[in-house]
């Protein structure tokens, strides 16, 4: 699992990690909220109706799911332990919350927080994207100084100041993962 | 702590690593055998009398040492704690039983175990080399058997198959342990 805040750069380093390490199935959420142009339903997301959701919620179809303003968002449970028992190993891109919450349902998920060489760093990336207003900047800033505290949780921090060697830290982190010593 | 049998390539695995990886002191060991033509005092060994070894044991100057046939063979223990102190990293190459012995003094030290492919290819390594008789290949090859039964004590195992690939994934451990969340 890898988590950190808006900004830091997950996108681009999971992207990274995929090209580099085979046998990993990157799991894809399900949300309620409208698909962004150029997003594929099944690819990038499952889009889903709000009835679908709840209904698979009260079906148990979710290793976890949140609400975030009127939208759900939640991992669906069957593709990932499909592709445990196959042996393949699951990437999931999920916040703090979900995190933890997955962690106590698989005891042996690895979580790895991805962190900004600063926060005057991430507020400088998150004003060159471009994509949010003000007010979402700086709600993106807040919740990151909060989630950046949680760290603690994690098995692995690895900060993104150079591109190429935060993506080779985190291929090196599955690899040290799957040459552990299981008895 | 690395281990693994005779054959396996740890040598060669160690130089690879310390190339491509800062910051790690390769600890020297200490014996009482002689040195072999090109070995160098304080640089492949520490070369002692049996005398000063026996003192030096007496003085609980070993983080652990054995005794091989009638030579003695030991990990000074100054130099480690120094290094480690200074937050560098310290590799040791190591027999399974100091191993343990060490894991036991120092439980944050990490073990890696070198594996051959099989041991028909390991034998066929050990007779390669052209520098073992008959009788210590078949030795070796005995030993080699027993000690790959204790992996299990060992935190990581990396197959020595393709030489550049478990060059890699040492690496990967060093980068990964490196990077562990410690609270």
Same sequence: chains 1, 2.
């Avoid at 594929?40 to 109706?49: I, T």
């Avoid at 393949?88 to 979580?111: C, F, M, N, T, W």
């Amino acid at each position: 699992m890898v988590s950190g805040p808006s900004g830091v750069g997950k996108d681009t380093l999971i992207k990274m990690l995929l090209k580099t390490t085979d046998g990993i199935y990157r799991s894809i959420s399900a949300t309620t909220r409208s698909p962004r142009p150029g997003e594929v339903d099944g690819s990038d997301y499952y889009f889903l109706s709000k009835e679908q959701f709840e209904q698979d919620i009260l079906g148990g179809k979710f290793l976890e799911y949140a609400q975030y303003g009127p939208n759900y968002y939640g991992t669906p449970q069957e593709a990932v332990e499909t592709r445990c028992l196959t042996g393949e190993d699951v990437l999931l891109e999920i916040e703090v919350q979900g995190a933890q919450e997955i962690k106590r349902k698989l005891p042996h998920a690895i979580l790895v927080f991805l962190l900004p060489p600063s926060i005057e760093e991430l507020e400088r990336r998150l004003r060159n994207r471009g994509t949010d207003s003000e007010e979402r900047i700086l709600d993106r800033l807040s919740i990151a100084k909060k989630e950046i505290e949680l760290v603690r949780l994690y098995d692995y921090k690895v900060v993104n100041s150079d591109i190429n060697k935060a993506a080779d830290e985190l291929r090196c982190i599955v690899q040290a993962e799957r040459l552990r010593v299981v008895n």
